[in-house]
């Protein structure tokens, strides 16, 4: 019987309860002008498209390697495997390095359970790291469920971010060819202008992960280690040091690279980094949509409407 009533509940809570909770609809969520989004001179920020997954890969770890002050990574779920390894394995040495590193995983769907526990013991217990779970599961607050942290998203410094769709998993990075390939796409981000860093993008999501980082739905992924554990992340840490070593040997085109990202980058004329909003139940999602110019191919890429979610397949459903 106390089970019975437990699944009504919880069905109640995490199902029935967003067919009649209606979101917050507000300034920003509603139909606006574009021109806020729109720059004609140059933003400082250039742009490096990842499209190949083996980039993306480097990129990561290059950035990593790079970093001389500070680390936010925030991502929906990560898969044991190589790229995890490399990862991980750079976080601890740029945390070795003095850089101050912040790991922000869903708080369900991280996958840092089991073999991969050891993971949260080696962060928990290294001083320059720290990792927490957004909204991690609670079987007394079902409507908590599905707010899910959906992110992709990497902060260096003041200068580099990654953003993308890749989660931190093989599949997102192996050849293409391969059955258990995912075709995706990062955009690396590259501040070129650090003496104004206010016209760049990348202040702006720095603050959107710190709002992620510093609320209440973000929780510590262990408080306190047990003399136990603690000692466990100390011979993590060391085994995932040793592990790079031999990624290194095995994979050497993915570590200790020169790489001259401006080069290869483009520039842009501005960036607005656009979120969903930080609440539970029902969020209202934005969309950008091209002008009929821009998707029937006339000479001008520009968009001209941001709307909301509700008005968006009316207005596709009208072109």
Known sequence: ????????????????????YEPIVNAETSEQSIDRFWGEESSGDDVVLLDDGHHAAIARINLIEQAKNSIQIAYYTVQKGVIA????????GAADRGV????????????????????????????????????????LTPWTWNNRLHDKLMII???????????????????????????DRDVLIMNTNQQSSD??????????????????????????????QEQKGENHAIQLLADRNQLAIDFPHMF???????????????????HNPIQRMNNVKVHIIPSKKAL??????RVDTVLSRDNMLSFLHNI
């Open 1 to 20: 019987m106390t089970l019975t009533i437990y699944l009504v509940y919880a069905l109640i809570f995490s199902v029935s309860i967003f067919r009649v």
């Open 85 to 92: 390894d490399a990862i991980f394995s750079s976080i601890i």
């Open 100 to 139: 101050e590193v912040e790991v922000l995983l869903d708080g369900i769907f991280h996958n840092l359970r089991g073999s991969m526990k050891d993971i949260v013991y080696a962060f928990t217990q290294h001083p320059n790291i720290e990792l927490k779970y957004y909204e991690p599961l609670n079987l």
């Open 157 to 183: 410094d003041q200068e580099y971010a990654i953003i993308g769709g890749r989660n931190l998993a093989d599949k997102y990075f192996i050849q293409e060819k391969s059955e258990d390939a995912v075709k």
């Open 199 to 228: 016209i760049s993008v990348i202040p702006q999501m720095k603050t959107y992960f710190a709002a992620l980082w510093d609320h209440d739905f973000s929780k510590p992924a262990i408080k306190k280690l047990s003399k136990r």
């Open 256 to 274: 200790n690279q020169e790489i001259n990202w401006e080069e290869l980058s483009i520039p842009t004329n501005k960036i607005s980094f656009i």
């Open 296 to 301: 029937f191919g006339a000479n001008s890429s």
